[in-house]
């Protein structure tokens, strides 16, 4: 369809016959796309704009004392940051 060769029925397709159609070529450039609206809008506040610093997880996240951080990665590294559970 789109390479220089012989069709089936013995017609000669050009390589450059879509340029030949500028119209068509255009409304399909200016198409909405999904590439073009996954993740367009803008993420500056709420739950969607946070996240982990350690494993990028938005689940679960621990904004006190300005730690940025998923539960599970706190209980991993709480003893390294100095964290002392009591009883």
Known sequence: ???AGRTGR??????????FL???????????????LYWSHPRKFGQGSRSCRVCSN???LIRKYGLNMCRQCFRQYAKDIGFVKLD
Do not use: N, V, W, Y
């Open 1 to 3: 369809m789109f390479t």
């Open 10 to 19: 013995g017609r000669f397709i050009c390589a450059c016959a879509s340029l």
């Open 22 to 36: 500028p119209f068509r070529r255009s409304s399909e450039r200016d198409k909405m796309g999904h590439q073009q």
């Open 58 to 60: 938005r689940h679960g």
